[in-house]
């Protein structure tokens, strides 16, 4: 049945006439006659009696009517989610991240995001680098804010750099170093080392060691703890020192004391990244809010 057809249809069982139907329809009503009989032979029913004064519909074009209105409304209906999903306004977000580095600003994105697209499904996932990458390849998520992806597989992606964190040596509270504001490396090399877990981030720990043996020594490392917080409550428990992004100090830190490191100016970015092929395009509006928010993340995550 031709959509064009139905709405004359209605049209003429709304006004029980075929020539005030051609009137709303801006059309002729010989047009309004052809699309009514090629409905009425494709079903092989009389949809209206009529005469030269009155046209009565019959009891099936009752029921058509009741099933073509719902036609037409389903189609309008359809033209407008389509048209919502190609900007992005219907769908799912899967969006993973670092807690640690994302924890300050990803409730005040994801609620712009929210006010903007209501209608769209968000789903956080806290995950790590590196579950994050099997993730990505694996397209369980579809955004992911992490540390840049190894280069095997970052051709697949595209990433924009969100912030860019440093490092930071982390003491106790009570340690003969809580008093200062920043320190030299040197300095900690007697000290017991909590690095996080390679497994979980290799360019972090690898840059950390690299540091530590640039500064004449090889950590002691006693612990390597796969979440941040675990990092920063065995710095808090006195268990040992940290070198660590700054963000974990958005953590629940209480007891232990960040500081500058002298002559370090390794660069430690959070990415917001994607698949280069995304043709998805809640993706596309959340990223366009998230590189729009750039400088105040930048801002926030700097104090």
């Known amino acids: 049945m031709d959509i064009k057809a139905l709405n004359s249809f209605i049209t003429v069982a709304k006004h029980k006439s075929f020539s005030n139907a051609a009137r709303e329809l801006h059309t002729v009503q010989p047009a309004i006659s052809r699309h009514i009989s090629a409905l009425e032979a494709e079903l092989g029913v009389t949809l209206f009696n009529r005469n030269s004064r009155d046209v009565a519909i019959t009891q099936a074009g009752e029921q058509l009517l009741k099933d073509a209105t719902a036609i037409l409304t389903l189609t309008e209906h359809a033209k407008t989610q ?43 996932f806290e995950m790590t680098a590196t579950e994050q990458i099997d993730a990505l390849k694996n397209e369980r998520i579809d955004v992911a804010f992490s540390r ?34 920043n320190i030299d490396l040197t300095q900690l090399k007697n000290e017991q080392f909590i690095i996080f877990n390679r497994s979980e981030a290799i360019g972090l720990f690898d840059e950390t060691i690299i540091l530590c043996k640039q500064a004449g020594f090889s950590p002691n490392i006693i612990s390597q703890p796969r979440h941040m917080q675990t990092l920063v409550t065995e710095v808090a428990a006195s268990l040992g020192i940290a070198i660590a992004p700054n963000c974990v100090r958005k953590l629940y830190s209480e007891g232990c004391h960040f500081m500058d490191l002298d002559n370090v100016s390794t660069q430690i970015p959070v990415q917001i990244q994607y698949k280069k092929n995304n043709n998805n395009a809640t993706v596309n509006a959340f990223v366009n809010i998230a590189l729009n928010a750039k400088d105040d993340i930048q801002h926030s995550m700097a104090n």
Request: hydrophobic letters at 40%; a positive charge; one cysteine or more.
């Open 82 to 124: 389509v048209k919502r999903a190609h900007d992005g306004k219907v769908g799912t977000l899967n969006i993973a991240h670092l807690s640690s580095a994302c924890l300050a600003f990803m409730a005040t994105l994801v609620r712009t995001y929210k006010y903007q697209f209501p209608q769209v499904h968000v789903t956080l």
């Open 148 to 181: 840049p992806l190894p280069k095997s597989i970052s051709d697949e992606f595209i990433g924009h750099n969100i912030y860019i964190d440093k490092l930071v040596a982390i003491v106790n509270q009570s340690h003969e170093f809580a008093g200062k504001s």
